[in-house]
């Protein structure tokens, strides 16, 4: 069991892009290459959050930020870790930070944990992508925070 009190969340820095990519890679089959992260990460427009057990990542959360706007680009819990409330964290940070902005999202429509976990945060489906996602080809459904 883990000690919830050694739990917080830090702005990533360039150190993190490799783990951040492992837990995205063991999370998601078309997970985005470590060049792709490290090509975001770069981006002007991108900020990265690493959850931190001790001195471990164990999650994170990336977002682009455009003018008044935040587009959740990534959200990963390290397998070990899911199921114990630990993507709260980032989600409650994300929110108590960006709270003036509207804060979007897509999701492929079969990832019912995700869908679940930006609901109870009063994210609400506002359309729908045909066909967005491939390998297997799937709708995305955008998602706002109400
Ligand atoms: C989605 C993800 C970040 C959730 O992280 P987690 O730390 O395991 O989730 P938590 O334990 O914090 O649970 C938060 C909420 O998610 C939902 N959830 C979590 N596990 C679930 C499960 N097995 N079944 C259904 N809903 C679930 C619930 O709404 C839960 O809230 P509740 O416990 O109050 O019911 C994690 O499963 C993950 O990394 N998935 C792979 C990457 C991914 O798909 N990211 C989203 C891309 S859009």
Redesign the pocket.
Known sequence: MIDFKKIHVKKSNSSHINSIYLISKS??KNSWSIESFNDDFNNIFSEYFSLMYENKIIGFISIWVIIDEVTIT????HNEY???????YLMDYLINNYDNYTIL?E?RES????I??YK?FKFKEIGRRNNYYKFPSEDAIIMKKF
């Open positions: 999370n998601i990534n959200i990963s819990i899911k199921g114990i409330g630990l993507s709260n999202l999701v990832n019912k944990i995700a679940n976990l109870k």
